[in-house]
């Protein structure tokens, strides 16, 4: 039983993570390097966290996080693909926004007087909800089963860009704008709508998991609520090889990690060192990866680089 709670934690802890990483990719597959994903997240949680209180209802908080986590990735397409502004500085830029705006909007929320705020219980016992029967067997009860309902929709989302990416008319012509714009542009494909329509897409899957990390798992609103795991998706995007399947396996890795930090929590280690440990994890985890990846799981050729068709 205590190995299948240590795979509940993991699973729990690794979601925002993997929704993340392929909000990620869906920017990169594009042509655009994002490294607005924690703003989105921020904003995501945010709207999420807000209209949970405000409504009581789980498909309502769904919609308002991926709505207002697509808006922020909009502002990011406005500014590249639009005004073909430098993406790293506008990735840049959106992380800053997203973070102010989410951390002012939630102290107004709060009342500004630093009060947690907590999700109500109706909106929690919804989300909380778990496959009967199933969740009682022993062992692969807790470890498969046992989880809230958020987590399984994101894992048949994460299914579902996989199979949109790489098995489908559409997803060929989005590889093809990531790799070359002027190309697919030449084979009658909308450049800028693609990017436009994809990158949004990624903004979304961006807001849930903002959505999840302060509606599901932390349950209390904090400005520190996201704590860097924006970033760490970002960083994956490379171990994933821009494949939301292998996301899977990068996500999980970052979660047990964090267990480990957890589990280890109460010994002489310092709690900064553990604190660290994820993320160190990552960095190495990154170079390496970097150092052996192959050619044909390289990043999409056109990224970081803003396509204006009058240069082709």
């Known amino acids: 039983m205590i190995i299948a709670s240590y795979i509940y934690i993991a699973v729990r802890v690794s979601i925002p993570v993997l929704l993340g990483i392929t909000g990620a990719i869906f920017n990169e597959k594009a042509g655009n390097t994002n490294l607005g994903i924690e703003g989105m997240m921020y904003m995501g949680a945010f709207a999420g966290f807000y209209t949970a209180v405000a409504t009581n209802s789980v498909i309502m908080t769904l919609i308002a996080a991926c709505l207002f986590g697509a808006f922020g990735a909009l502002i990011y397409a406005f500014a590249t693909v639009s005004l073909r502004t430098n993406q790293v500085v506008a990735g840049l830029s959106l992380t800053i926004f997203g973070q102010g705006v989410a951390r002012f909007l939630g102290n107004t929320l709060s009342g500004g007087k630093g009060e947690s705020v907590r999700i109500p219980d109706a909106v929690t016992q919804k989300v909380s909800w778990k ?6 067997i022993p062992f692969l009860g807790r470890a498969l089963f046992g989880y809230d309902m958020i987590i399984y929709l994101s894992i048949v989302l994460v299914v579902i860009a996989y199979f949109y990416i ?5 997803g060929l012509n989005l590889r093809a704008v990531g790799e070359n714009p002027a190309a697919a542009d030449a ?3 909308n450049v800028s709508l693609y990017k436009y329509v994809h990158i949004c897409i990624g903004g979304a899957f961006c807001g849930l998991a903002g959505a999840y990390i302060g509606v599901v798992y932390l349950t209390t609103w904090g400005n520190n609520m996201i704590a860097g795991k924006g970033w760490i998706a970002v960083a994956l995007v490379i171990f994933a090889s821009w494949n939301p399947l292998k996301a899977i396996y990068g996500s999980l890795l970052f979660g047990i990690t964090s267990l480990i930090a957890l589990r280890f929590q109460d010994s002489p280690i310092s709690p900064y060192l553990l604190e660290m440990l994820p993320y160190l994890v990552t960095v190495i985890i990154l170079v390496i990866t970097s150092v052996k990846i192959k050619k044909e799981n390289q990043q999409p050729a056109s990224c970081g680089v803003n396509y204006f068709r009058e240069e082709r």
């Open 166 to 170: 790489n098995k489908t008319r559409t």
């Open 131 to 136: 496959i009967p029967v199933l969740k009682d």
């Open 187 to 189: 084979a009658g494909i």
